[in-house]
């Protein structure tokens, strides 16, 4: 209890040091555990490691496959502004190199390289499998750790007969904010995938999803702060 005392006083300095005040590291950190749903891993038909701007969602997808819980691995993504300079031949490629890497072997993998949005990873991904003869009533979707909801609401809506279970690596906010490099950009894209879960069932694109009050205004002053990168256009 003690060293966590140390742990957290240290991960609040860090984050004032990088402009990021105690309220607005408290409200980031409400924003992160409600994204998170960490569903309990179970046996798949397949596994959909969604692409990002983090290697570490292709490392988990590997550990995931290296457990047993899939025999066959998609690895979906293009490129969005946020990743093109850290994998400019396209996320799925650099995912793919990185789980062979680890040990996927190459038969597993299927490669979905034109997703540009979550959207299209889902639609995309359910086409790859369809198309390779695999078929699934479940998926384990590997995604950013506070991507799972936004992940499984898409999932839910555009895939509706098969049971999405979300993963992530086991990580907390700090540690993932120092691995990121930027509490900034951590942020920004927090609050974009929640302004996302609140306006994206309209459009038809994800089901409703329950949001607190608390978390809500936790996002409105994150926003009113500049943490707004991410936002819509329309915003």
Known sequence: MYAGGYRRREH????????ITAAQWRDAQLIWDYHRLDHEPRPCPAGIALGSNDLGVATHAARLYLQGLFPVLVLTGANSPTTLARFP?????????????LGVPEQ??????????????????????????????SVLLVSKPYMQRRA???????????TPICASES????????????AQLVIDHMVGDLQRIVAY??????????????VLAACQRLAAAGFTRRLLPSS
């Not at 609040?12 to 402009?19: F, L, M, N, S, Y």
């Not at 031949?89 to 890497?101: F, I, K, N, Q």
């Not at 034109?114 to 499998?129: C, D, F, K, P």
């Not at 069932?201 to 608390?214: D, L, W």
């Open 152 to 162: 499984y609401a898409t999932c839910r809506r555009l895939w509706p007969d098969v």
């Open 12 to 19: 609040r300095v860090e984050a004032q040091a990088a402009g």
């Open 108 to 137: 597993a993998i299927l490669v979905e390289p034109a997703a540009t949005n979550t959207g299209q990873n889902i639609g995309r991904s359910r086409a790859v499998l369809r198309d390779a003869g695999v078929q699934a009533d």
């Open 171 to 182: 990580v907390d906010l700090a540690d993932y904010v120092q691995r990121m490099g930027s």
């Open 89 to 101: 031949r396209g996320e799925a490629t650099h995912y793919r190199e990185h789980v062979l890497d």
């Open 201 to 214: 069932p309209e459009k038809g694109f994800a089901i409703a999803q329950p949001v607190p009050a608390s």
